[in-house]
């Protein structure tokens, strides 16, 4: 087993919380969610939109190029956030790595545009295949950055961007490339896709005017699902061995697959979260663990199934425990990188951000171990464990 330590050089995102790390910190500080109202799937939806400054990144990136104009949001973000993490990790046109940037539900607002288009004509335009195809994300990049190594794109429901990070770690320690660069990027605020999750009885029903948590992600009482979708997209630079410009490593991942009941089941004390983090521990002493960034979609049985899980691989003496989509809302496919960057912020400012709603905990101990975990239907669990550097 190739025990090579796996450096994370460099990171970006572009999200409701901003684009940027400083703006990002910043945000995680000030304990308000970022949800505001849309009118989709015909009625008054809570959901977590980029602010406008990353609305103003994302079009001018649109106009860039006469290509990008018919491109759907969903590569543009990851567009986005790419150029900015190779920049920071000081990859340049002459270094060969590799590309995979999933998307849980790919172009959706394009096809579904396309699709009414069909419908309403009876013809199909010219670009409708080759944009709403799911290899659009990986491809659109290697493209921008001329790039010349291997390019994945995938769809494994909500773990699709640690999935990512799993195949950027095997290729690393493969030694069949030297740099990867791994993310997952979201753009789900259509009327389709809202409807779906209403549909499947999942979407919050809170009014946020009235209530003060439209999401209550983290909440193990509550009586309600409450998830919220936000878009977004992550990415990080991944390099084989110890870096001198390595922001933290990954010492250890890990993943299972539950045995399905039905196609959105989850058994009751996650076993597939119980196998990955267990993998992702391999040595490890539970006990030096600080600090676990949960999935906790906001729905009961997901939040509940996880905690579960969690106390039966760590016992007694849990790590300290929170999540971020009671803030910004459920990404999908970019939600696990989007975890994993608030455990990277956590670590190199040394602060634990807590859910303002949960159980009080206190940070004793310097932040220098945390697990990332995501799930998604489908039951494919990812551990991510991370280590300061």
């Known amino acids: 087993m190739n025990t090579q330590k796996i450096s994370i050089t460099a990171f970006s995102s572009i999200s409701p919380l901003g684009n940027n790390a400083d703006e990002v910190w910043k945000k995680y500080l000030d304990n308000q ?4 109202k849309q009118f989709l799937d015909q009625q008054e939806t809570s959901v977590a939109a980029l602010e406008v400054e990353s609305k103003q990144i994302v079009a001018e990136i649109r106009e860039s190029d006469p290509k990008y104009k018919f491109l759907d949001d969903s590569v ?6 790419s150029r900015k993490a190779v920049e920071q990790a000081g990859w340049s046109s002459e270094d060969i790595f590799g590309i995979n940037i999933g998307s849980s539900r790919g ?19 010219t670009l409708a295949s080759p944009t709403t195809t799911l290899g659009n994300v990986s491809s659109w990049i290697a493209h921008d950055l001329q790039s010349v190594g291997p390019e994945i794109s995938h769809s494994i429901t909500c773990s699709t961007a640690l999935h990512a990070v799993l195949n950027g770690v095997a290729w690393l320690k493969s030694g069949m490339a030297d740099k990867f660069l791994v993310g997952g990027s979201e753009a789900p605020l259509t009327d389709f896709t809202i409807a779906q999750m209403r549909a499947l009885k999942i979407y ?16 193990f009482e509550k009586t309600q699902n409450t998830m919220i979708l936000g878009e977004g997209a ?71 199934t996880e905690l579960r899980a969690i106390e039966k691989v760590f016992g007694s003496k849990l790590p300290l425990l929170t999540t971020n989509k009671w803030k910004i809302g459920h990404t999908f496919g970019a939600s696990g990188i989007l975890s994993l960057e608030l455990a990277l912020l956590m670590m190199q400012n040394d602060t ?16 220098k171990k945390v697990m990332i975990n995501a799930v998604g239907f489908g039951g494919n669990a990812v551990s991510i464990l991370i280590e300061k550097r």
């Open 234 to 304: 992550a990415v990080c630079c991944l390099e084989a061995g110890e870096k001198e410009n390595a922001i933290a490593y990954i010492i250890g991942v890990g993943y299972a697959t539950e045995i399905l009941e039905h196609n959105i089941s989850i058994s009751a004390e996650a076993d597939c979260f119980q196998k990955s983090m267990k993998m992702a521990l391999k040595e490890e002493n539970p006990e030096d663990i600080d600090v676990i960034v949960m999935h906790a979609p906001g729905t009961i049985k997901g939040d509940l």
């Open 204 to 219: 919050s029903r809170i009014n946020q005017t009235e209530e003060a948590w439209p999401n209550l992600a983290f909440d």
């Open 352 to 367: 634990f951000i807590g859910v303002p709603f949960g159980e009080k905990q206190t940070q004793t101990r310097p932040i």
């Open 33 to 36: 969610h970022c949800f505001s």
């Open 76 to 81: 543009l973000f990851a567009l986005a956030a």
């Open 107 to 125: 172009a959706t607002d394009l096809f579904e545009k396309h699709y009414k288009e069909y419908i309403d004509t009876g013809k199909a335009q």
